[in-house]
């Protein structure tokens, strides 16, 4: 079971329904996508932030990213498409013609991806509450203390506690232990530096630290990753 959520998902490619209200608990999944939105809308409370989304809008998943989604009164309708391995893309953005993706997904997923990452107009829109704010500490402090992240900010660590769980579907050092494990995954596949080195970069206690989280998160060992 991965460390980052209660469900481990494999992305489900192509057109989907979402329900009216329907709410997904906070789920990872072990494959890159982009999800195009074509009717309704929802918000989707993820690694990298909250966003409320609509027709046209565009969010781009990388590998192990965990999120939770709650759908509006009219439910949502949805594109899935496979991200090829070698795009870097931006999380969030536009298309002017989601139906062409959809046409062209029916034929091709992949030619629908490459359409979509020449056509997207990156944008940035994201929730600034203050559990937005938290997970923007937990991203970038592996050492940030919650004790005095809620003194500084006038709230009860209990307040913040069920507060953050509320808005992301996960405690707080849950939130803090996913995204540490999928940085650690990125920069295990994505360089040469010495395993020890990341462990330390990161904040883990010593390089087994590391190699737990990050098996608890993908099933494989870090030395293996870099083969994969």
Known sequence: MPACCNTFAQAPLGRQHHGANQRLARHCHDSAFATVVLEGGYLEAGDEGRRTVGPGDVLVHHAYESHLDC???????????PIASDFAVPLFGRVCDPDALVRLAHHSPRDAWFALAADMQVCEQRHLDWPDLLAEGLRNDPGLSLQHWADAHGLRPETVSRGFQLAYGSSPKAFRAAVRARAAFTRIRESRQPLADIAATLGYADQAHMTRSVKALTGHMPRTLRVL
């Open 71 to 81: 759908f509006s009164r009219r439910g949502a309708q949805v594109l899935i498409l």
